[in-house]
């Protein structure tokens, strides 16, 4: 072993966000390197040792603990520093047997056969919310139609009422759009004790009137010594849950609905040809990486990359990096929508990988689909166009203005998802 590399950069200045991908493919040369800034913490961009770190659980752990006993600072998965305000992630910060147990009694709701159930709302809602623009011949993409859509079907999912699905969509949408610092961002977090209390009357009355649903199945689930789990723990699983279904998949949704206006060529071709949106939708996954980054804490002394990490180490893990990462993917950087070989990390890999990937995926395709059909032309306003601001763990877009020829409504007069 030999002195660790040092890399000094600050991943949540604008100026390494706006030249992130040169700086990436730069770290990349050296794939496991020793930031100090914030404590100090190892930078993972190299494919390889991206996916070794994210199989490899017990020994690199993702789980958060406010105070421990043990001697690690617990740091989680969601940034270094952790973002303040932002309560426990209940599934991807928890570890071992009651992990297991997590992911087997939910995984029922989001395997493909369950997904397909949740088809004919995927397309009710994006034929609603379109139709309620189609005829003014504009929109606001994100806002009026990439974020509401996957809202609608993340309540629907957990087993929440439809009809309260816009306080979470504008939550979740500001918290991740801006920084720390930012007044929106501390007005968004105002929201968030309400919110979790709000989950958890939902779970209480699971509780007292069972359903056949996700919440159902949560509240009735025994874990360790056959123990029922404790309300904070429900919260916080269902608060993961609702904040994985928001903003990803309208982030995905956005960024390649923006990039296929710029390259009229790439939309035609999806256009003409539907099956190609299969292999498109892998590419866009793996070209934006809409969860750029997330973390971890060493929890036994090990080696990683040719480094000697220490027990209660932190790590910076670059899933957009690994997915850049030249030794793997031919032609990196650019949007491949054939792309034959995509062995993307978008979704993560191992213990923790994402267990909504298949409704991300039905539920994207659903998306661009009908802005494809029902209103290919559309034109977006750049100058309006804003992006996340440097955002190290979420890409996506704060809003996206469009205009369209305007067309006729196609659904019904009144959203029949609500009925
Ligand atoms: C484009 C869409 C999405 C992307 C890019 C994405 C990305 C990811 C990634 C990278 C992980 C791995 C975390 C880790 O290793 O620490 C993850 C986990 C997770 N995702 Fe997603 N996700 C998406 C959509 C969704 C949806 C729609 C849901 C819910 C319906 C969801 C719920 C979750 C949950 C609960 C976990 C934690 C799993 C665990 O720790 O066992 N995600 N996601």
């Known amino acids: 072993m030999t002195e660790p590399p040092i890399v000094d950069f600050d991943h949540h200045r604008s100026e390494f966000h706006r030249e992130r991908h040169e700086r990436w493919a730069e770290l990349r040369a050296c794939p496991v390197a020793f930031n100090p800034n914030y404590g100090g913490f190892w930078v993972v961009s190299g494919y390889d040792e991206v996916a070794t770190v994210a199989r490899d659980g017990s020994t690199f752990s993702s789980r958060y603990v406010a105070e421990s006993d043990d001697g690690i600072d617990y740091l989680g998965i969601t940034g270094v520093p952790r973002s303040k305000g932002m309560p426990t992630a209940g599934i991807a910060e928890v570890e071992g047997p009651v992990h297991t147990a997590l992911r087997r009694a939910i995984n029922p709701f989001l395997v493909p056969d369950a997904i397909r159930r949740l088809h004919p709302l995927m397309e009710q809602a994006a034929t609603w919310f379109l139709d309620e623009r189609i005829e003014t011949g504009s929109m606001d993409l994100v806002n009026d139609y990439a974020s509401p859509v996957p809202a609608v079907l993340t309540m629907a999912l957990v087993g929440l009422p439809l009809d309260g699905w816009q306080h979470y969509a504008e939550m979740f949408h500001a918290a991740v759009a801006h920084r720390p610092g930012d007044p929106e961002l501390r007005a968004a977090f105002a929201h968030v004790p309400a919110m979790l209390a709000e989950l958890g009357a939902a779970a209480e009355s699971r509780r007292a009137e069972p359903r056949d649903d996700l919440l159902t199945a949560l509240v009735q689930l025994r874990v360790e010594d056959d123990r029922p789990l404790t309300d904070d723990e429900v919260r916080a699983v269902l608060w993961n849950l609702v904040g994985g279904g928001l903003d ?40 934006w990486s809409v969860n750029e980054s997330l973390t971890r804490t060493v929890v036994q002394d090990t080696e990683l990359g040719g480094q000697a990490l220490g027990r209660g180490d932190h790590l910076l893990l670059s899933w957009l990096s690994a997915n850049r990462d030249a030794s793997v993917f031919d032609r990196p950087d650019e949007v491949v929508l054939d792309r034959e070989r995509n062995p993307h990390l978008a979704f993560g890999v191992g213990p923790h990988r994402c267990i909504g990937s298949t409704m ?19 034109v977006v306003d750049q100058d309006a166009t804003t992006f996340y601001a440097a955002n190290p763990e979420l890409n996506g877009v704060v809003r996206m203005p469009i205009t369209f020829p305007p067309g006729p409504r196609t659904g019904p007069s009144a959203p029949p998802f609500l009925a």
């Open 360 to 378: 991300a995926r039905e539920l994207f395709k659903v998306l661009v689909r009908e802005i494809l059909t029902r209103i290919p032309d559309y």
């Open 248 to 287: 990803t998949t309208t982030s995905l949704t956005s960024l390649a609905l923006h990039h296929l206006e710029a390259r009229p060529e790439q939309r035609q071709a999806l256009i003409e040809d539907p099956d190609l949106l299969a292999p498109a939708t892998e590419e866009f996954l793996r070209y």
